[in-house]
């Protein structure tokens, strides 16, 4: 009975339009009030208890990274070389989008940035409004698969895995992806030509100025993957050397400029830590309820095949996805899915880039889609014609989530050689 008030009273703050973290927090309170005979502060402790974690410095760090990066002209450099290397081909300003937007940890940030900047050209080019804003919104989804990735950051610490070896796993799925190839079948099919000519002069120029802005994904991860630093410590280093590349090197940002980031940032930080605490007391109570145990003793009564579990899991990871955003679905089911998980004999490696991927999706399905939103608004195109455009991208990375879910090597492979 305490868990069905529980999870109703939790859906039922969503539909009200409450934030998730009021949500989470909010049924925790009232399970506790009425099943349990233990003090509402239990709630308050276990929030604090959920953000009271060295690995979870990355997060703020990560997210003002991305900040600071838009802000001090970096992301910017990063378009115009991806554009000068790949533009003058058929669709070419497709695969500009798509390549800028796999250097971003945020898909929403990469949204705004990289769809800024690309949406008005490829409009001015010649290309369909929709089928801009919908490639954009979808190429979006790179980001928290590839690194450095705060959704991924946040499994690692549930799941109890190694941060760097979860941020290396996200890089098979995010590639896997081949929103290029349709993209380009599309653009090939309706006529969409390349701009400009393609020039070794102009690239290796592209090269020089946008050099400090490439420099700043090979610190990040050559940091982590080298042993120099940890996911956490390369945070700090990326966040120090934007400053740097920002204020002194490009000099696109000023002080003034640098406080706003700050803001931004604190922001930002501060809605995901409320979530990752409410997460804390929700999961409290699941652990409470022993639903990790029961769901499992469940689920083997029905079948001990561990596909029919990843079928299981796709579903319910999809389903979520088009309500609920990743982080939020990325603590609140990690606790639950990981010990089923080791049940069934699923590497915790593989079900991390397999969670990460299927909330991804949820990033460019109606009706919480925040990339298809963030796009629509952005290429200033009415989101029902967006949706329209859009279908095509979703057929293809639901292929590639079944991919990812049958071929655990896709996602284990790269975190193997480093073990090694």
């Not at 009425?34 to 308050?44: A, R």
């Not at 554009?83 to 058929?90: C, E, M, N």
């Not at 293809?396 to 492979?413: D, E, K, W």
């Amino acid at each position: 009975m305490g868990v069905t008030v529980l999870f109703i009273s939790f859906f039922i703050f969503i539909l009200l339009g409450a934030p998730i973290a009021l949500a989470l927090g909010g049924s925790s309170a009232l399970y506790i009030a009425l099943f349990s005979n233990v003090s509402p502060i239990v709630v308050l402790q276990q929030m604090l208890a959920s953000v009271n974690t060295f690995t979870l410095l990355a997060v703020p760090f990560f997210i003002m990274a991305g900040a600071l990066m838009e802000s001090g002209g970096i992301s910017r450099r990063i378009v115009s070389f991806c554009q000068a290397l790949v533009g003058h081909f058929t669709g070419g300003l497709a695969l500009v989008v798509v390549l800028a937007s796999v250097f971003f940890g945020s898909g929403v940030a990469a949204c705004a940035a990289v769809g800024g900047i690309m949406i008005p050209m490829m409009v001015k080019n010649g290309y369909d409004p929709d089928f801009a804003c919908a490639l954009q919104a979808t190429s979006g989804i790179f980001g928290p698969l590839i690194p450095p990735s705060i959704v991924m950051v946040l499994y690692a610490v549930y799941a109890n895995q190694s941060v760097s070896t979860m941020l290396m796993a996200g890089v098979g799925p995010g590639v896997l992806q081949a929103v290029c190839v349709l993209a380009v079948v599309i653009c090939r099919k309706r006529g969409y030509k390349g701009v400009g000519k393609f020039s070794i002069r102009r690239v290796g120029k592209e090269f020089l100025s946008s050099f400090w802005a490439l420099l700043a994904p090979v610190i990040i991860l050559g940091g982590i993957y080298s042993g120099i630093c940890t996911a956490t410590e390369a945070s700090g280093v990326a966040c120090f050397y934007s400053i740097i590349v920002g204020l002194f090197i490009y000099k696109e940002m000023d002080f003034k400029q640098l406080l706003k980031c700050l803001s931004t940032s604190m922001k930002s930080t501060g809605n995901i830590m409320l979530i990752v605490g409410a997460s804390g007391a929700f999961s409290w109570v699941l652990t409470r309820e022993r639903i990790a145990s029961r769901a499992a003793v469940a689920l083997l009564s029905i079948t001990d095949s561990k596909y029919l579990f990843l079928i299981c899991v796709m579903v319910l990871l999809l389903i979520l996805g088009c309500f609920i955003d990743s982080v939020p679905i990325t603590t609140i089911m990690t606790p639950i899915l990981f010990p089923i998980a080791e049940q069934y004999g699923v590497s915790l490696v593989h079900l991390g880039g397999l969670m990460v991927s299927g909330t991804c999706i949820g990033l460019i399905t109606p009706p919480m889609g925040l990339n298809l939103f963030m796009g629509a608004q952005v290429g200033g195109r009415p989101i029902h014609k967006v949706i329209g455009a859009i279908k095509p991208f979703i057929i293809v990375t639901l292929i590639g989530f079944l991919l990812v879910a049958f071929i655990p090597q896709i996602t284990t492979f790269l975190p193997s050689l480093l073990q090694k």
